[in-house]
Structures are given as C-alpha cells and as structure tokens.
C-alpha cells in the first residue's frame, strides 16, 4: 500500500512514503489545528478512505514512537480539545462535554460565552489581554462559543 503514491493535505506528495513521512512530522506537535494530535488523527485523518489501513501501516514504519498516538485515537481515549466555534454541551462526538477548560497564549480580545439550550447568555467574558483564560461548562448548558481565543483544553 505504501509503494503507491496518494494525495496528502491538499498537496501531491511524490509518494506515499513521502506523505507518511509529513504525518511523522505533523505528529510530533503539540497541537494540529486546535486539537491534540491523537483527536486530529481521529477526527480528520482515519475518517478519509483508507485512512486507518494506511496510518497502521505507515506509522508502524516510519514513526513508531507514534503507535501510541495512533492507538488512542483508534480507540476513542484521547484528550480532547476545542478551537473557537460554537459547540453543542453533551457528550457526544462534537460536541463539548461539561467541565473545567483553560486556553493559554498571548491571547488578545478572547470572547467566550456559554448559552442556555434557548440561547439566552448564562455567562461570558471579554478578556482584551490575558495569558490565561478558564471557564467551567456547566452539564445543563446547550452551547459554548469562543472567539479568537486559541484551543480550550480540559483542566486536570
């Protein structure tokens, strides 16, 4: 399967190799586009066609130090974490489950706010300067929107 080539995030690679060793790479991060690397692996890479046969395969190869990344995100344990949008509060797959979260940075004009299933503001904040940011979603919550304030990861 690898000996073949295969289009990589948006861009030809030359081969497959080549593209298993981008992922190599990208994995080494902290963070992929607001998520952790095994909720990116989860989310947006093993969905794709073939995804979970090549990256067994691929990462087995090129990047074992990485088997356990691609192990939790093949069994769904992994930390999960939220980039500015809007989320429905529960426990479901995209939505925000309740608890505490904390984004951290220069973080300039950050905005969040939790709203009741109708829509109506139950809490917010407006931070213009701040290194650090919490807010605790509350179980009977419907959303959680945030702007311009990076990744909100659970507390421990």
């Keep these: 399967m690898l000996g073949t080539s295969f289009y990589f ?9 080549d593209a298993m060793k981008r992922y190599c ?17 989860a989310e947006k890479e093993l969905p794709k066609e073939d995804g979970e046969a090549v990256l067994k395969e691929g990462i087995g190869r090129f ?65 213009t300067s701040a290194q650090e940011v919490r807010v605790t979603v509350r179980a009977g919550d419907g959303q959680f929107t945030s702007r311009q304030c990076g990744s909100w990861r659970p507390v421990k």
Excluded: H
């Design 63 to 127: 990047c074992p130090a990485q088997a356990k990344t691609l192990k939790a995100a093949l069994d769904g344990i992994y930390p999960r974490w939220f980039a500015d949008g809007t989320y429905e509060v529960g426990s479901g797959p995209r939505q925000m489950p309740a608890g505490a979260y904390r984004t951290t940075g220069a973080l300039r004009d950050c905005y969040w706010e939790r709203t009741s299933r109708s829509g109506k503001t139950l809490d917010n904040q407006f931070a």
């Design 25 to 41: 790479e990208l994995l080494e991060e902290d963070e992929l586009e607001g998520m952790s690397p095994a909720q990116w692996l």
């Design 9 to 17: 995030d948006g861009q030809g690679t030359g081969s497959a190799a």
